[in-house]
């Protein structure tokens, strides 16, 4: 996946977090080096048109295994034909396979179309997430 530093950029821009090629390479070095995390694209006619990551974590309320989507998009020229979709059932067939116990994402609350999509997909709203800037990103 080093290789796709270009397409990640590009997509991480999408999702408004934009970052140089450079950035992305390191990025997508990161999770690679993380055995607790994954990172898929996918392509197109050769091209990365969309990308979900995933975070395998133990979460201590439940006692088990959870899968995080801690990034999915889809190129906005690829949207509507139901790659959306087939990356989040790919990310829970994943978790499923890890043993996880639940799949969960956050999304900002703008994004009320993407909210909309992951209500369709069979996810519920069941937290309110606080944050706090610590610096750096």
Not at 1 to 7: I, L, S, V
Not at 94 to 106: G, W
Not at 121 to 131: A, K, N
Request: charged residues 25%; aromatic residues 6%; glycine residues 10%.
């Amino acid at each position: 996946m080093p290789g796709d530093a270009d397409d990640v950029a590009h997509l991480l821009a999408e999702l408004g977090y934009p970052c140089s090629t450079r950035e992305a390479a390191e990025r997508i070095h990161a999770v690679d080096a993380d055995r607790q995390q994954v990172l898929l694209l996918a392509r197109r006619d050769g091209a990365g048109c969309g990308l979900v990551g995933l975070h395998f974590l133990y979460y201590v309320p439940l006692g088990a295994l959870i899968c995080r989507i801690t990034a999915l998009v889809v190129a906005t020229e690829a949207r509507g034909g139901g790659l959306g979709r087939q990356m989040l059932d790919e990310a829970y067939r994943r978790a499923r396979s890890a043993d996880c116990v639940r799949l969960e994402l956050t999304t900002a609350l703008h994004r009320t179309e993407a909210h909309a999509f992951y209500r369709a997909c069979g996810f519920t709203e069941s937290s309110l997430r606080f944050t706090r800037a610590l610096g750096g990103a």
